[in-house]
């Protein structure tokens, strides 16, 4: 997709398009489909993973904007605070992180990597990073400098247009292996991929259903704030106008009610265990199989659990051997190296 013809600027900072494989031993070690990944975590950009897409439009905004510093906040092991680290600096930009709780005092996985790209990091403490966001951007305005923020997980209305065009990778890709998968899996934490991939799939009259798979609790809040995104990038959209250089397909986003996008969404709730980022059995188990079987790693905070969503679909029978399942890998591998201790047991 021409973003920057449509209006939004893009600063290159994204390995596209992914590659798209089959993972023929992982579907035999399920018992079921044919399952394809589509690797999002080879992006590239500090180790590559889902936000450099999302970056690409965000950083496009702030360079346009005139900023120097980039804030943006989440969990002490975010994927989205190390690869926005990363495109900051890729870009001469000043990168400030709003990690939550206090500082662990090791640097490990993520955080490794943050230290090492010279982040300035801000631990919360008792209050969510979210929260602290609109403190620090003053703080840093107050030193003289052009703040942007980028909110939780760049799930922002811009940030999840990037995700149409991972569906338009995925049709061609698709045609190229004569399949018509049944069904594309997604890890769904703050849902700005998980918006972006079914706005794809309306744009390229994509046949498949898109699976969002909670790694945290609340799926019906997932699901409205899926739609509310949606109808706000569809917003975005509408607005910058012309819309020379957009994909026909556009127009029929255009056409969908509320109730046309919410039957759209849906959202499983049943692999987040006991909460975001803390490891269940099916997660750790989906990371073995994955990685003895074909060589990709995943993770236990996101890409496990989604894998997990996707092995208990494959297992109940819902699909059959002839189908074809894909599962987007959107990357989150750095946090492994802060979760040794589970991993080793298994
Ligand atoms: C590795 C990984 N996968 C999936 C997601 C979920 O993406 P989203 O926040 O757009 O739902 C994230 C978000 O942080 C992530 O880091």
């Known amino acids: 997709m021409d973003f920057e013809k449509m209006g939004f600027p893009r600063a290159k900072l994204a390995e596209t ?127 003289g400098r052009k703040p942007y923020v980028i909110p939780l997980g760049g799930s922002s209305p811009l940030g999840a247009l990037a995700y149409i065009e991972c569906v338009e990778e995925i049709v061609s890709q698709c045609r190229q292996f004569g399949i018509a998968p049944k069904a594309l899996y997604v890890a769904a934490g703050s849902v700005g991929t998980l918006a972006g991939l079914i706005m ?6 994509a046949g498949f259903s898109v699976k969002g798979i909670a790694v945290s609790p609340g799926a019906d809040a997932k ?10 990038a569809i917003s975005l959209l509408k607005s910058r106008a012309p819309l020379s250089g957009a994909p026909a397909g556009l127009s029929r986003l255009f056409d969908l009610s509320r109730e046309d996008l919410r039957g759209l969404v849906s959202v499983d709730e049943s692999q987040v265990g006991e909460g975001y980022a803390i490891p269940t059995e099916a997660g ?8 003895r079987s074909e060589g990709v790693l995943t993770d236990p905070v996101y890409t496990g659990k989604a894998l997990a969503g996707l092995i208990k679909d494959a297992r109940s029978g819902m699909y059959s051997e002839d189908d074809s399942l894909i599962f987007v890998h959107t990357g989150g591998v750095p946090a492994d190296f802060a979760f040794t201790n589970v991993l080793v047991r298994n």
Do not use: W, Y
Not at 200 to 205: M, N, P, R, Y
Not at 223 to 232: F, I, P, Q, Y
Not at 284 to 291: D, K, P, S
């Open 17 to 143: 398009p992914t590659p798209f494989e089959e993972a023929p031993r992982f579907s035999k070690a399920v018992g079921g489909p044919k399952i394809f990944l589509k690797r999002d975590d080879a992006t590239g950009l500090a180790l590559g993973g889902n936000k450099a897409r999302k970056l690409e439009l965000l950083m496009g905004e702030a360079l346009k904007a005139g900023a120097d510093t980039v804030i943006t906040c989440g969990g002490p092991q975010s994927n989205h605070a190390r690869m926005t680290a990363a495109a900051a600096r890729k870009l001469g930009l000043h990168p400030v992180l709003v990690l939550d709780g206090d500082d662990p005092g090791t640097r490990q996985g993520n955080l490794l990597i943050d230290h090492l790209l010279g982040a300035e990091i801000i631990f919360s403490g008792e209050r969510s990073s979210g929260e602290l966001l609109d403190e620090v951007r003053g703080r840093v305005a107050a030193r």
């Open 200 to 205: 794809g799939k309306v744009v390229f009259e």
């Open 223 to 232: 699901a409205e704030r899926t739609v509310g995104l949606m109808e706000d």
């Open 284 to 291: 750790l188990e989906a990371i073995r199989l994955l990685a």
